[in-house]
């Protein structure tokens, strides 16, 4: 007797929408945390049995009772849009939703002069000074240097190789000078934490873009390791993204 498989269940489906849409792993957590807020600011009614009003009803919480921010308001928004458009596929009157996306003020930066910088970094120690020395060295954002792996870095050319960065884009930096030896230094400690994993059976990886099924024995080399596993969460349903020796 065949056993037919459980349909999914709607937060699910609409992660499996948001990762066809190649979405990063933050914006998908936010928007599953919206469309969950939505649904228990509701009693737990599914989103087929509500439309426009509700969703009106929302994002008016949102504004009066909690006082969301602009970039909170258009953050619900859009979760709560996508999950209609793209796991749904309800067609939406806009015309009746009565909210207006919010503009963002404009803020002037506080920039951090480079005396300022050197100041901090000085009095900084160990694994996080270096990644604050690379970050401001290349230019590098927060997720993007946790994500770096042992391949993505050029000595030989002194540059650094972002893959998939803000908006899926690649692209080269600098390698600067002044951290090539402490980074050395570093890739052989997590060198020797990682072999010493493999000898009890964990140091896997997860390998971005199914490259798995196609090098079938790289999610365990050297190379593919990440720079930095201690500070990374390993992302749901994957394999685990650190050695079992940072976990």
């Given amino acids: 007797m065949e056993q037919t498989s459980k349909p999914k269940k709607l937060l699910d489906q609409y992660r499996d929408s948001i990762r066809l849409k190649q979405y990063s792993f933050r914006t998908e957590k936010t928007y599953i945390t919206w469309v969950r807020e939505y649904i228990l ?7 087929r049995e509500m439309g426009v009003i509700e969703i009106n009803q929302f994002i008016t919480h949102l504004v009066v009772d ?20 793209n796991t749904l596929h309800i067609e939406l009157d806009k ?31 160990g694994v996080h000074k270096l990644m604050t020395q690379i970050m401001y060295g290349s230019g590098l954002r927060l997720m993007e ?3 770096l792996r042992v391949k993505d870095f050029d000595f030989e050319n002194h540059r650094i190789i972002v893959y998939d960065g803000k908006g899926g884009d690649d692209r080269i930096t600098m390698l600067p000078d002044s951290i090539l030896a402490p980074l ?29 099924k196609k090098y079938p024995t790289a999610h365990k080399e050297w190379i593919w390791q990440y720079a930095f596993p201690h500070h990374l969460k390993p992302r749901p349903q994957h394999r685990n993204c650190a050695s079992s020796s940072y976990s």
């Fill in 41 to 47: 600011f509701h009693s737990k009614r599914h989103p």
């Fill in 66 to 85: 909690r006082k969301a921010s602009a970039s909170t308001q258009n953050q619900a928004i859009s979760a709560i849009l996508f999950l209609y458009n």
């Fill in 95 to 125: 015309s009746s939703l009565n909210f207006i996306r919010p503009k963002r003020g404009k803020r002037v930066p506080n920039v951090l002069s480079v005396s300022e910088v050197r100041t901090i970094i000085t009095h900084m120690t």
């Fill in 145 to 147: 240097c946790l994500r």
């Fill in 184 to 212: 050395r230094e570093h890739l052989a400690r997590t060198k020797a934490i990682h072999q010493k994993d493999l000898a009890n059976g964990h140091g896997s990886v997860h390998m971005p873009f199914a490259l798995d």
